[in-house]
């Protein structure tokens, strides 16, 4: 077993955050709680919460808000938290989104499996309740599917789930190679590029709740835009696939 001393300086916490509402304090003392270093990137957020976080961070050395000027995307965000901490020697990212869906209280279960398994990238597969809306969770179903088709059923538990821990290293690189990836649909497609790569997959179950408009949740979810992005995506990925689909077959078969 990795020394948790030794985790902790190598695997941190990276929460983006584009208004949110006060929820995101929340999500952030309770995942402060679980974790000794949470970065917040801001993603030009305009309600003011940016610079609360700042403030805060000013009291809690464990904190790091990084406010980007402008919105530039959840998978911008995550790449600018990417690149500041690999030059501070972070070897793994643990996403989770700002809006307390996601549970604080798993963040030292998976840093331990990603430990115990550097080269995999560590996914949560959700476990939907009563609050989860209905055509969210059919409609993730269709991204699942092609996901697993575009990755030869390589075990990805759940495409778009972002509670999961990333190798920074071959995420930046693949990120640094083209310019995908930069806004809603970073999570889908860096899970199937990360296994294009070789980082295999490892599913951990974990439960996650929508918040109603009275207990502070927030959702910048747009069905129709979002779903014609996750669309264009999958096509790239489809014939990304379908030009790889000799190199991918002899290696899944190895």
Not at 105 to 132: C, E, Q, V
Request: proline share 6%; hydrophobic share 45%.
């Amino acid at each position: 077993m990795v020394p948790e001393a030794q985790i902790e300086k190598t695997h941190i916490v990276l929460i983006p955050s584009y208004n949110p509402g006060p929820i995101v304090y929340e999500t952030v003392a309770s995942a402060r709680r679980c974790w000794p270093h949470v970065w917040v990137v801001v993603d030009g957020s305009t309600d003011g919460t940016g610079e609360g976080l700042a403030e805060r961070a000013r009291t809690d050395a464990g904190l790091k808000v990084i406010q980007l000027s402008a919105n530039v995307g959840k998978g911008a965000a995550i790449l600018c938290g990417l690149e500041a901490a690999a030059t501070v020697g972070v070897t793994h990212v643990l996403t989770m989104d700002a809006d307390g869906q996601h549970p604080a209280d798993l963040i030292a279960t998976f840093m331990d499996a990603s430990a115990a398994n550097p080269g995999h990238m560590i996914l949560g597969k959700p476990r939907f309740d009563s609050s989860a809306p209905l055509l969210r969770v059919r409609g993730r179903r269709i991204s699942n599917a092609l996901a697993d088709l575009e990755t030869l059923w390589i075990g990805i538990g759940d495409s778009l789930f972002g509670f999961r821990v990333y190798p920074v290293a071959p995420l930046l690189a693949i990120m640094r190679q083209q310019r995908w990836m930069r806004g809603f649909d970073f999570d889908p497609e860096a899970v199937v590029r990360l296994a294009w790569r070789g980082v295999r997959p490892l599913n951990i179950t974990a439960p996650v709740r929508y918040l109603s408009a009275e207990q502070g949740g927030t959702s910048h979810f747009n069905y129709w835009r979002d779903n014609l992005v996750l669309s264009w995506m999958h096509a790239r990925l489809l014939i990304g696939c379908l030009l790889r689909l000799p190199w991918l077959i002899r290696r899944r078969l190895s």
